[in-house]
Structure formats: C-alpha cells, structure tokens
Nanobody, 116 residues
Framework: QVQLVESGGGLVQPGGSLRLSCAAS????????MAWYRQAPGKGREWVAT???????SYRNFVEGRFTISRDNAMKKVYLQMNSLKPEDTAIYYC??????????WGQGTQVTVSL
C-alpha cells in the first residue's frame, strides 16, 4: 500500500521560504511521477507541480518562478522549495502519485501559513 508522509510546513512571513518534504513508501519510487497539491481553507484541492520519473518538471502558473519541485530517488522523497511566499499560498500541502491506481492515496498533508 502506498504511504505518503508530508513534512516541513509552518508559519512564515510574506516573502519568506519553506521547503516541504514528502516521504513515499509502498511503490517503486523512481519509476513514478510525483506531484504536489494544495488545499486552501474553503477551497478545493488544486494541483501545484509535478516532477516526472525522468526529472522533468511542470508548475501551475501561480507558483512558477517561485516554487521548485525536486526528487531524491535514493531517499524516496519529493521536495517542494517555496520562495517568495504570499498570503494566498496559505494551504495544506499534499504530495501524490499521479498514476492510475495510486492517485487515490493521500497523506495527512502539511500546513503552510503565510502571515505577518
């Protein structure tokens, strides 16, 4: 069974940075694409970024240039470096395996709050 454990969230001031981590187990990590999603209060879950098994990346337009997704296949971890954070980035951040049969697994998420 796929297990995803997110960490690294916290409270940060606007303009600050955070690095989120997601530890994955129960899958052949190196063979799978990985993605980050987020869910703001009162809103639905939205896609943020994806990194393919080959290391190619794609981003939602509202984070491009500020966020960087990366992976460490040896550690079975995916990361999200978030810079120039804005209050509207406040959300619970989740990682996900965007593949058939695995996309239904979600971790507990990690809370990111951007506020003075």
């Amino acid at each position: 069974q796929v297990q995803l454990v997110e960490s690294g969230g916290g409270l940060v001031q606007p303009g600050g940075s955070l690095r989120l981590s997601c530890a994955a187990s129960g899958l052949i990590f190196s063979a799978n694409h990985m993605a980050w999603y987020r869910q703001a209060p009162g809103k639905g879950r939205e896609w943020v970024a994806t990194i393919t098994s080959g290391g190619s990346t794609s981003y939602r337009n509202f984070v491009e240039g500020r966020f960087t997704i990366s992976r460490d296949n040896a550690m079975k971890k995916v990361y999200l470096q978030m810079n120039s954070l804005k209050p509207e980035d406040t959300a619970i951040y989740y990682c996900n395996v965007p593949s058939p049969g695995m996309s239904t697994y979600w971790g507990q998420g990690t809370q990111v709050t951007v506020s003075l």
